[in-house]
């Protein structure tokens, strides 16, 4: 008896998700070739693509070039220093803004919404009141966090004004109007936003360890804190890693929270490459295509990776 075609299993499933699809595809791949693509060119104004609009405006890396020699993009004098007398390395711009954020909201949130998965693990008491408290600002958007936090970090008006108020006359927070310091204001408002979804994404993955590893770790009289770290920890990777490839993307097309909190200052201190792209796109569009290409790279650095490790064993059983 032959089977059935697989083409033709779930056929009004496979129907249904056709239009999605086709968008998907037209619009993400499509622009994303696109993209890669036309900013090998020194267009001005959006083309359609054409073989021969894109023969007419080749410039090959020029576009890179350009963009790496760019200051407010990336500029690290203290690179050519080490290979001297000073060993300061110092790098500013957007690029290296955007790092910094990511680097930061990976290793602490990762590390705040393990330890608070852990405490709501313990079967407290009102654990859903916490676990609301926590992920409570998740539901903010990123401009009203940036806005609140624009507004807690004001030396004029916000903790330091208060604070000063109260008698501690020499109390300084003042880190948003620092040009060397507002990265990390933004981290923090960044921090305080996203740790308790990192949390909920812990908790989930501690509340399906088996409850016979919790039993044999007590018996076999391992302490708390090394079953958790030896044991635990080891069986949560692929929570640690989805964890992982979903900070990391929210850092790297970071805009919003930036936008709102500093808009780019002091200067343009705070600047990120969203933000770069987006205002240089109407005055030099080969340039803002290609540090679009650079995002992209850099978001396939970190999902590749990811996806080998996810569908690869998958496909392998």
């Known amino acids: 008896m032959d089977r059935p075609n697989p083409f033709f299993r779930n056929k009004w499933s496979k129907a249904a998700s056709l239009p999605m699809m086709l968008i998907v595809w037209v619009v993400f791949v499509c622009g994303t070739i696109w993209t890669v693509l036309f900013s090998f060119t020194n267009i001005k104004i959006l083309p359609l693509f054409t073989p021969?609009?894109?023969?007419?405006?080749?410039?090959?890396f020029a576009n890179y070039t350009r963009l790496f020699k760019t200051d407010r993009w990336m500029s690290c004098p203290g690179i050519t220093k080490i290979l001297t007398e000073d060993w300061e390395f110092k790098c500013a711009?957007?690029?290296?803004?955007?790092?910094?954020?990511?680097?930061?909201?990976?290793?602490?949130?990762?590390?705040?919404?393990?330890?608070?998965?852990?405490?709501?693990?313990q079967k407290i008491r009102a654990e859903g009141v916490f676990r609301t408290i926590y992920l409570y600002p998740f539901a903010l958007s990123f401009v009203v966090t940036g806005h609140v936090w624009a507004w807690i970090m004001s030396p004029e008006y916000g903790l330091q004004h208060s604070i000063r108020q109260l008698g501690w006359e020499s109390f300084t927070f003042d880190w948003i109007a620092d040009r060397q310091m507002v990265m990390y204001a933004i981290v923090i408002a960044g921090i305080w936003q996203g740790t308790g979804f990192v949390m909920a994404l812990m908790l989930a993955g501690l509340r399906g360890i088996d409850e016979d590893i919790w039993k044999a770790a007590k018996v076999d009289g391992i302490p708390a804190w090394r079953t958790y770290l030896q044991i635990v920890l080891p069986m949560m990777k692929p929570v640690l890693v989805t964890t992982f490839v979903i900070v990391t993307s929210g850092a790297v097309r970071i805009y919003d929270l930036v936008v709102a909190t500093t808009d780019g200052g002091p200067g343009i201190s705070s600047d990120v490459p969203s933000r770069y792209i987006y205002q240089n796109?109407?005055?030099?569009?080969?340039?803002?295509l290609a540090a679009s290409t650079v995002l992209?790279?850099?978001?396939?650095?970190?999902?590749?990776?990811?996806?080998?490790?996810?569908?690869?064993?998958?496909?392998?059983?």
């Open 93 to 121: 711009g957007a690029l290296p803004n955007m790092v910094t954020y990511a680097v930061f909201s990976i290793v602490i949130s990762v590390s705040l919404g393990f330890l608070l998965a852990v405490m709501m693990d």
């Open 296 to 317: 992209l790279v850099t978001m396939a650095i970190v999902l590749i990776p990811w996806i080998r490790m996810e569908f690869g064993k998958k496909s392998q059983a």
């Open 281 to 288: 796109f109407s005055a030099n569009l080969g340039q803002s």
């Open 52 to 60: 021969q609009q894109w023969m007419d405006g080749f410039v090959g």
